[in-house]
Nanobody, 126 residues
Framework: EVQLVESGGGSVQSGGSLRLSCTAS????????MGWFRQSPGKEREGVAI???????NYADSVWGRFTLSQDNAKNTLYLQMNSLQPEDTAVYYC????????????????????WGQGTQVTVSS
């Protein structure tokens, strides 16, 4: 069974940084697609950043230039470095993966992923 375990959330002040980690287990090889998503109270889940099996990344417009994806294949871990955090970044952040097929065109709306982690809270105060 595929499992995703997130860590690294917390509380920071505006302008601060956090790094989220997502360690995957339960499948062989690299997933076809993996990424980070977030959901704030009263809002729909949205895609933050995504990476495909070829290493190509894509980001939501709202985080472009502030957030960076990276991965450690040996550790089956995906990282999200978040800099210049703002109060509007406050949300529960989820790691998700798609184990077959390319990243969905609907990833920005949180679509097309097969497995999800439990989420980690990120709170940014002004």
């Amino acid at each position: 069974e595929v499992q995703l375990v997130e860590s690294g959330g917390g509380s920071v002040q505006s302008g601060g940084s956090l790094r989220l980690s997502c360690t995957a287990s339960g499948y062989k090889g690299m997933p076809y697609c993996m990424g980070w998503f977030r959901q704030s109270p009263g809002k729909e889940r949205e895609g933050v950043a995504i990476i495909n099996s070829g290493g190509d990344t894509n980001y939501a417009d709202s985080v472009w230039g502030r957030f960076t994806l990276s991965q450690d294949n040996a550790k089956n871990t995906l990282y999200l470095q978040m800099n210049s955090l703002q109060p509007e970044d406050t949300a529960v952040y989820y790691c998700a993966t798609r184990v077959w097929g390319a990243c969905s065109a609907s990833w920005r709306a949180g679509g097309g992923m097969h497995y999800w982690g439990q989420g980690t809270q990120v709170t940014v105060s002004s």
